[in-house]
């Protein structure tokens, strides 16, 4: 009888995590569509906890230019932060670059 209650106690509590981890519509990661000197165009997968001015990392797939075996041929590197400017269309967002190199296809992440 105990067994069946700490069982049933459990399933209850991890459906509620994966549940809750499922539903989470914060910005993780998104993609850079289009940049010129000033601003980038990028690309989110939900923009609903987007805040004016907050601080994003821009990173890049670069080779890592190794021939060992096992090792990786590429890696994403960290290109530096940028602003969120404001919201453009649906989960599309404006992001101010001041002295970075954003080019098409660069990947944002959410800096902790």
């Known amino acids: ?5 700490v069982k049933l106690i459990m399933l209850v ?11 989470n ?24 906890s987007v805040v004016q001015g907050e601080v994003i990392t821009v990173r ?3 080779p890592t230019n190794t ?3 096992g090792e990786p041929l590429y890696s994403y ?16 967002l404006n992001i101010k670059i001041d002295e970075l190199d954003i080019k098409q296809g660069d990947i ?3 800096t902790e």
């Open 1 to 5: 009888m105990f067994s069946k209650s």
């Open 13 to 23: 509590l991890f459906t509620t995590v994966i549940t809750a981890c499922a539903s």
């Open 25 to 48: 519509d914060q910005i993780k990661s998104g993609k850079v569509i289009s940049a010129n000197e000033t601003n980038a165009s990028v690309y989110v997968s939900a923009d609903s």
């Open 60 to 62: 890049r797939l670069l």
């Open 67 to 69: 021939v060992l075996e």
């Open 77 to 92: 590197q960290d290109i530096g932060k940028a602003v969120i400017e404001s919201k453009g269309k649906a989960r599309y």
């Open 108 to 110: 944002i992440e959410l």
